[in-house]
Each structure stands twice: as C-alpha cells, then as structure tokens.
C-alpha cells in the first residue's frame, strides 16, 4: 500500500506576537475583562497580518503565530501591530502592548499547521523581545530592503537552544520617531571563551562549539559521576555567548567553590563560573573530597 509522501519544505516568514504583560491584566481587570483585553488585541493582530498577505496559524492564550510569505511583509505587519495596538488601552486607561519576533526560513506546512526550525527560532526570537520590541535574525536581515534594514539596530547575540552557533539579533524599529529611542552605547565584540574541566584523569575543553555539557550518574551524562549522593541527571553547564553557566537540576544540590571564595550551595539554582575552582555533587566538598571537577574559565 503506498505511502503518502513527506510534506515539502518551503520558504516562508514565521512571526510570533505576544501581548506583553498578560498576567497582570488578568490581576487587574478580572478574568472575564482581561480575556475580552486580549482577545480585541489578537483580532487587530488578526486583522493585520491578512492585511500584509499573512495568515494566523493558531493563537495559543496570549500569543499569535502568523506565516508570511515574505520577510517584507512581516516586517511591515509587526510595524503596524507595534503602532496599532499601542493605541489600545485597557478600561483603567492603561496602554497595551506586544513583543514579536519573526524569521524568514525554510518551513514545513501540513494541515495548516507549521514545523520546523525557523518556527523555532522566530518563537525564541519573541521570548527575548521586551515590551514593545521586535526581534529579527540576522539571516533575515540581509534579505530585507535597505529602507527596512535602515530601521533596524543591533542587538546582543544570544546563544539559543538548538543552534550550534550563537545567533546575532536584530530590533526592528516600528516608532515613527527616532528621538522616542533610547540610545545604545556601541556593543564590544563578543570574547571568546573556553572552560578546561578536570574530572579524575580526563580533561575536557568546552568552546563555542559545545552549548551544554551534562553531569550525573546516568551513563549518558557527558561526565559519569559516581558518587551515590548524585542524583542521575544532576546538573549541566551551558554556554551563553562568552560565559560558562553552571545550573543543578540534582535532589542533594551541587556544590560550587571558586578560588579564594566561600562554597556555593545550588539548588535548582544557576551560578556563572568564573576563575579556577571545583565542583561537588550531592554534598558540600568537606564532606566527601573523593570526586571532583575542577574547572578553569578563560575569557569570561
């Protein structure tokens, strides 16, 4: 019996709109007000993106997530979406307002759904958005028309889950003034940075090529544990741009000791490393100094 084939890819802009705050109007209007709120805003985003030749996808709570086929044409919707529903206010006269992100890639439409990683990356885009921004790739930049690309400004690179490499942002600016922006310093190069870990008798070296790196006693982990006091996926370490974060996800907590520094307890807690000094899993170092891991940060 034949199958039915795999549905193709194709080129499309993914944008996603969320209004900004949503929690708090929920606080403060009530669930029913806060509900008819959001639901007036999503029907002018509605209303916009068929306006520039976009659909809605779904709208999931607060958030709308649109397909274009054109990074133009997003573009020119999240403007207006910025400009119209900034002139909405709440019944306590209070202003509303979004955070967006979109990317023009490749994509897979089915059942007027759609997959893939630009839909991804254009969610992730919109989770780092504040209020009020729109946040682009930079893949999608360089396709977009000069007097576009002329209202846009750098943003930080950020290191994003799923991506090898970090990718460079990019605010679309959608006030019609640019005296109404805050000025930004000019951002320094990223540094380059690595972390040399020491575990027994191996060493290893995280780069810009590693985003995170696992400890525990699964043997899956990147670094196996033995000690019976960690837990099976205990804590991993993730790169952010040019920093080291170490982050517990254990039962017991892990133990953090830089040099010259008191020892840091985590606990479903995240601690950025920094100089020379050594991990313990489960229990402070004093305890038990069997098993350790001894890092060194360069360039963080």
Not at 47 to 69: L, N, S, W, Y
Request: overall charge negative; hydrophobic content about 40%; glycine content about 8%.
């Amino acid at each position: 019996m034949p199958t039915d084939p795999a549905p193709a890819s194709k080129q499309a802009a993914i944008l996603f709109a969320d209004i900004a705050g949503s929690t708090r109007l929920y606080e403060t209007l009530g669930d029913s007000e806060a509900l008819a709120t959001i639901t007036r805003a999503l029907d002018v985003i509605r209303q916009i993106c068929e306006d520039h030749g976009g659909r809605i996808v779904k709208t999931i709570g607060d958030e709308a997530m649109a397909i274009f086929p054109n990074a133009a044409n997003a573009a020119y919707a999240s403007i207006t979406m910025q400009t119209q529903v900034s002139a909405l206010k709440t019944s306590r006269g209070a202003p509303l307002a979004i955070h967006a992100g979109f990317h023009y890639g490749p994509v897979i439409e089915e059942a007027k759904d759609v997959f893939g990683d630009s839909v991804n990356l254009a969610a992730r885009l919109t989770s780092l958005a504040k209020s009020g921004q729109t946040l682009i790739s930079a893949d999608t930049l360089a396709i977009l028309s000069p007097s576009l690309r002329s209202r846009t400004r750098p943003q930080d690179t950020h290191t994003v889950r799923g991506k090898q490499a970090d990718v460079a942002v990019h605010e679309l600016i959608w006030q019609e003034s640019r005296e109404e922006l805050t000025a930004m310093a000019p951002r320094a190069a990223v540094r380059e940075a690595s972390l040399r870990l020491v575990h027994g008798d191996r060493k290893v070296e995280l780069g810009a090529d590693v985003n995170v790196f696992t400890f525990g006693r699964d043997a899956q982990s990147d670094v196996v544990v033995g000690d019976k006091m960690a837990s099976r996926q205990h804590a991993r370490i993730e790169r952010r741009r040019d920093k080291f974060v170490l982050i517990d996800h254990s039962t017991n907590g892990t133990f953090c000791t830089v040099h010259g520094e008191n020892e840091v307890e985590l606990r479903r807690e995240e601690f950025t490393l920094r100089g020379r000094g050594r991990i313990t899993f489960g229990h402070a170092y004093a305890e038990d100094p069997t098993e350790t891991v001894e890092f060194e940060a360069q360039g963080a």
